[in-house]
């Protein structure tokens, strides 16, 4: 098989490397396999209008049209080069960029790639079921989009392991398509990327919270000393925005709609109105954003001191900073000691991970205002909250010990008493669950969610966004 430049769309010059050309061969079918055992269950004879990158140039990366998501033409895109690019942090800051992995950091970049690119896959295979029960079609063409741009992003990803690891490289982009969201004997590398995703309820919050970390994570690499990690990553950020977009808007969907029932029925329960109960909404929030809050590492890192030194890894928008050593300050954080919260003064390099949860709390925070919106436009006095970032959590300082959402410590029996008002109950999933039936309708949508606004790439909402027939 010739794999030409069309089949895969690139600027990588594809048919000019035949070296990345024979593993990218060899590496096709594998993920094209996966793609028809794990991807998208029960949809891939039908039509989906979704936009393929095709370029990097101006609107280049947004090509719409109706395609068959096996078809899809999964392509290799970097940002267009920075000329004399330097190095923008660490020890080695003002150095130019490195074209080639250097020596001593490549375990470490490969770690880092590896991490990334496992995420990518997962979330297909998480997802996976979630369009037998779309609430729409509007919403199922938006699954399904994450969806193939997901597996883009893997195969950005497996380029930089095929391109620049050689021998390993190829080994760890196989298996890539080996590892399997919550399979007990090979699961994938992070916790949150190995629950099903069972209620279209959950894939909001994943899309609003998890997918917000990756684009944190994106961020963060995109300052890399190592020059195409950076440029792929700051291209896959171009599509990560339409993620954040569906999980932030899905949520606010839910919201109006609960607005809608409860202002319509002040007197009657929601859920017997088929909508989704604020206090349900609000469960989710807080299991779903602690879950994501786990993923930046731990408050005090040394392996994020050291991404941070040689340079791998760097701030969110490094270039704010005056001070791009990060040697001598300190960040203040409270830690747990004796049973005790008490304020903590942290080697600034060894809280990267804190600090970039700190700009990733506050775009999270942005988002959940925008539903508070609706309720205060509808004179309710209720709000949704982001729980305080010790809640829950299971990864870092704060994993040993109990709080409720607004940060107080708790011991376990007042946890174990409590944390039902806080976090969804098997009933509760249950309800959620007893809501997902299928609307495949153009223009319809299902009773515990609010039409969007507006539809995709300028048209209607009641756009067929996937051919049903097959
Ligand atoms: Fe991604
Ligand atoms: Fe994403």
Not at 20 to 26: G, I, S, V
Not at 304 to 313: M, N
Not at 392 to 420: C, V
Request: with cysteine.
């Amino acid at each position: 098989m010739n794999i030409s430049s069309e089949r895969i769309p690139n600027n990588v010059n594809l048919s000019d490397d035949k070296r990345l050309q024979r593993a990218l061969e060899q590496w096709q079918p594998h993920f094209l396999n996966w793609w028809q055992e794990m991807g998208p269950d029960g949809f891939l004879a039908h039509e989906v209008y979704l936009r393929t990158a095709v370029s990097v140039d101006e609107g280049g990366w947004a090509n719409y049209g109706y395609v068959r998501m096996p078809d899809y033409r999964w392509g290799i895109f970097l940002a267009p080069p920075v000329e004399d690019r330097r190095i923008g942090f660490g020890d080695n800051l003002g150095q130019p960029v490195w074209h080639e992995v250097p020596g001593e950091f490549r375990n470490a970049l490969r770690r880092l790639i590896v991490t990334q690119g496992d995420t990518e896959p997962a979330s297909v295979e998480q997802q996976r079921l979630l369009g037998r029960t779309c609430p729409s079609l509007y919403d199922l063409r938006n699954l399904f989009q994450v969806n193939v741009e997901e597996g883009r992003h893997l195969w950005a990803m497996v380029y930089l392991l095929q391109d620049y690891f050689g021998r390993d490289g190829r080994e760890e982009a196989e298996e890539l398509l080996e590892r399997r969201s919550g399979q007990s004997d090979h699961p994938r590398l992070l916790e949150a990327f190995n629950q099903p995703i069972a209620d279209w309820l959950s894939f909001f919050c994943f899309t609003m919270f998890t997918d917000r970390d990756g684009k944190y994570q994106l961020l963060a690499l995109a300052e890399s000393g190592f020059d195409a990690l950076s440029r792929t990553t700051r291209f896959m950020l171009t599509e990560e925005a339409h993620h954040m977009f569906v999980g932030e808007s899905g949520i606010e969907r839910v919201v109006q709609r609960t607005v809608e029932l409860m202002a319509n029925n002040p007197d009657t329960d929601v859920r017997k109105l088929g909508g989704i109960d604020l206090l349900t909404v609000q469960k989710y929030v807080n299991m779903w954003y602690s879950a994501s809050l786990d993923l930046f590492g731990g408050e005090i890192s040394s392996n994020a001191a050291e991404y941070f030194a040689a340079g791998l890894k760097g701030r969110y928008k490094e270039d704010k900073y005056t001070d791009h050593v990060a040697l001598d300050g300190t960040y203040a954080m409270p830690v747990v000691e004796e049973g005790r919260l008490i304020q903590q003064d942290v080697p600034l390099r060894n809280a990267m991970n804190e600090i970039l949860r700190d700009a990733y709390a506050r775009d999270s925070d942005r988002g959940v205002q925008r539903w508070n919106k609706h309720l205060e436009e509808a004179g309710f006095s209720v709000r949704i909250q982001l729980p305080n970032r010790r809640f829950n959590r299971h990864i870092g300082i704060y994993s040993g010990t109990r709080f409720d959402p607004d940060g107080n410590m708790l011991t376990q029996a007042e946890w174990d008493t409590q944390k039902n008002q806080w976090l969804p109950t098997a009933d509760d999933l249950a309800y959620v669950r007893s809501l997902m039936k299928p609307v495949i309708e153009p223009g319809k949508m299902a009773g515990w969610i609010a039409a969007p606004r507006k539809g995709i790439n300028g048209l209607p909402v009641d756009f067929e966004y996937v051919r049903t027939d097959g």
